[in-house]
């Protein structure tokens, strides 16, 4: 009975096992099945989003780039110069003899005229000394007339004669020179213009050569600018240029009128002066100025932006647009420049002007490259 038992307890269990393993296979091929579906999805899909990139390439028309359509026009180019304002009536008045001054007719900032007095130095001694000559000299006319009609009828000798005309004559020369000295104890405005600085006040000592104030006149004013002796040939008298002032935000025309005959061996530049009006008083004295002069110039011309010109091995270059049987492709164009100004160069050989330059995308075709060209 026993070993009935266990035989039983085999018998079951090995059944048991069975139908463990079965399940098993079974749901293994339910997975395989789904992993072939599955699989088949995922290269749907793939196919699907290689389809789609392939259309997108077949719609596309090329690199979008724009143009600039060219023309011939006149290019001039300017060397740029710093210069400085100057103002020729800009004098210190000094005093020319010695005293004290007596009166100081003009503070800083007036307006004066050429003529006025300006200051005057006591003179009280030197006018007093003129009006004693004076009294003596109207004497000595006297006796010298007398002495001429005496000597004329022959009475009298020719020492006196002679005596009273060099008394005469020498009073005379010294009444000039006290007047002279008068004149010279009044500082005077040599031109009209504006009283800039006073070095000196009323009641102050001033020595012969002493400064006693500063005017100025900037009615009209100079540039003077240094200009590099390698332009010497190229800028001439007579010649437009140009004048900006930064601190003034301002921009005016001039006309060189003076070019400087040596060459400064410090710097290796020489002169060029500029006259302009100054008609509202806004050019001062030592105020800073770029002057643009005329560095070259050709009528009808070929420029282009400078930045859109590249470079390689074999050279400059430029693309254009060439358009063949409906389709506009990058067409590579070797230059030789000339000058630069302002982000324009001048082509000498390679564009004839009435081509089509390739501006915004320049950098992204290649020689032959489709390309669709924007509107700006």
């Known amino acids: ?143 010298f007339k007398k002495q001429e009609s005496l000597w004329e009828q022959k009475v009298g000798t020719e020492m006196q004669f002679l005596q009273a005309k060099n008394n005469k004559e020498g009073l005379e020369r010294r009444l000039q020179t006290l007047q002279a000295q008068i004149r010279s104890s009044s500082i005077i405005a040599p031109f009209s213009g504006i009283v800039e600085e006073l070095f000196m006040k009323r009641g102050q000592n001033a020595m012969p050569g002493m400064p006693v104030l500063r005017l100025v006149s900037t009615s009209q004013v100079k540039v003077v600018a240094d200009v590099s002796e390698s332009y010497l040939n190229k800028v001439k008298q007579g010649d437009n240029v140009k004048v900006y002032f930064p601190s ?45 002069l005329k560095n070259y110039e050709k009528i009808q011309a070929t420029a282009i932006p400078t930045n859109i010109i590249q470079k390689d091995k074999a050279g400059q270059f430029v693309f254009i647009t060439d358009e063949k049987n409906g389709k506009i492709t990058a067409k590579k164009i070797r230059l030789k420049t000339g000058d630069t100004y302002k982000n324009r160069t001048e082509i000498k050989e390679g564009l004839q002007g009435t081509e089509k330059l390739i501006d915004d995308g320049f950098r992204d075709v290649t020689e032959g490259e489709e390309v669709k060209i924007v509107k700006q």
């Open 248 to 292: 003034l935000d301002k921009e005016t025309d001039g006309t060189i009128s003076l070019i400087g005959q040596t060459i400064n061996p410090e710097n290796r530049t020489f002169k060029a002066e500029i006259w302009l009006a100054n008609m509202n008083g806004q050019l001062k004295p030592d105020l800073l100025a770029r002057v643009r």
């Open 1 to 143: 009975m026993k070993y009935l038992l266990i035989l039983f307890f085999v018998i079951l269990t090995a059944c048991g096992g069975g139908n463990s393993l079965e399940t098993k296979k079974s749901t293994l091929k339910e997975k395989k099945i789904a992993l072939e579906k599955l699989n088949a999805e995922i290269r749907l899909l793939e196919k699907e989003i290689t389809d789609a990139g392939n259309s997108k390439k077949e719609e596309k028309t090329g690199t979008l780039v724009t143009i600039i359509n060219l023309s011939n026009d006149n290019f001039t180019s300017y060397v740029e110069v710093q210069g400085t304002v100057k103002a020729d009536n800009n004098m210190i008045l000094t005093a020319e003899s010695m005293g004290v001054i007596r009166t100081m007719n003009v503070s800083e900032g007036q307006a004066v005229g050429a003529g006025q007095v300006i200051a005057v130095q006591d003179n009280e001694v030197i006018q007093k000394t003129s009006a004693e000559v004076k009294s003596s000299l109207d004497l000595a006319e006297v006796v």
